[in-house]
């Protein structure tokens, strides 16, 4: 795909969209903020236990600038808030909002495997769509988000995942795990019914509340990851950029980049197709790094659309 040819999109996170989605953020002066000191924001009403995580480096960070940040409807920033490094949850752009709260998990189980969208759950309960490359580590997030080691079977041969598998969450909403796309090994008629099928499930399944890409940051971009993102962008699916495998560290005179880098390289890549930074999170299913975070995201996605 030539990006260069690509319309500029326009960024929406919701697929339900209330009257405005318009968020009271401004674009305001750049004004780079260092957030690698802040612990994760959790509910002091309903806290989050924080995992147990095996010991490794520090948690890689990136500076971020106040106008890619990720600001939800119905939330106010101002370069003048003192609180608002507070806010912003630890290892992402995300600014945390009023609806953010009932982000535990208490119980987790698995539904059904669709191979179409009609076929999926009819409840009505919102839901949460994870995609991305064969072997990016969906699986392993999935597990780590629910802390249930094989709710969602993990395998060493990529491309496993030939259905739309829904897992429904505190009996309220869905987890919902989606073939991974860029296995070469599969045949070619295969991979055509999984990009139709997962795509007619972005397109018309009117519960999804956002997709979650989950993007491989220990290598630099793939093209394939950059044509998904502007494929979901171009036709208005509500995305999260999901950066796994951030524990794995490259030495720079092997001529490998460190998580971070890849991060912020991917972010430079699709900055030109969005009007507004996408939300995105950095992760680790062997740190646990960034589940609590991306629980509280989905709570505050999650009851936004509920409300809305």
């Not at 064969?134 to 995942?161: D, E, H, I, Q, Y």
Request: hydrophobic share 35%; net charge positive.
């Amino acid at each position: 795909m030539l990006f260069s040819q690509l319309p500029r999109l326009n960024f929406s996170i919701f697929v339900k969209p209330p009257l405005s989605l318009r968020s009271h953020f401004t674009l305001l002066p750049k004004h780079r903020l260092n957030f690698s000191a802040l612990k994760s924001t959790l509910s002091t009403t309903e806290p989050i236990p924080i995992s147990h995580a095996v010991e490794t480096e520090p948690e890689p960070h990136v500076a971020i600038s106040l106008e890619k940040l990720f600001v939800p409807p119905e939330t106010e920033v101002s370069i003048d808030d003192s609180s608002l490094s507070t806010r912003i949850l630890k290892g992402s752009n995300i600014v945390l909002s009023k609806y953010a709260r009932d982000a535990q998990v208490a119980q987790a189980e698995f539904v059904k495997s669709s191979v179409r969208t009609e076929d999926c759950p009819s409840d009505g309960l919102p839901e949460f769509a994870l995609v991305g490359r064969s072997n990016v580590g969906k699986s392993s997030l999935l597990n780590s988000l629910v802390r249930r080691k094989k709710l969602a079977l993990t395998s060493k041969t990529p491309g496993k995942t030939q259905c739309i598998n829904h897992f429904r969450i505190n009996d309220s909403w869905y987890l919902v795990d989606l073939p991974g796309y860029g296995y070469a090994a599969a045949p070619q008629e295969l991979r055509t019914d999984w990009d139709k099928f997962t795509k007619d499930y972005f397109l018309n399944r009117s519960t999804l509340v956002s997709v979650f890409l989950l993007l491989d940051a220990s290598i630099p971009a793939k093209p394939i990851d950059l044509e998904y993102a502007s494929w979901l962008g171009q036709n208005q699916i509500p995305m999260t950029l999901v950066f796994t495998k951030c524990d794995k560290r490259k030495k720079k005179k092997n001529g490998g980049k460190r998580p971070e880098e890849n991060v912020n390289d991917f972010q430079e890549l699709i900055q030109g197709f969005f009007q507004t930074a996408p939300p995105w999170i950095m992760t680790s299913s062997v740190t646990n790094q960034g589940r609590d975070e991306i629980l509280l995201h989905m709570a505050q996605l999650r009851n936004y659309w509920l409300k809305h």
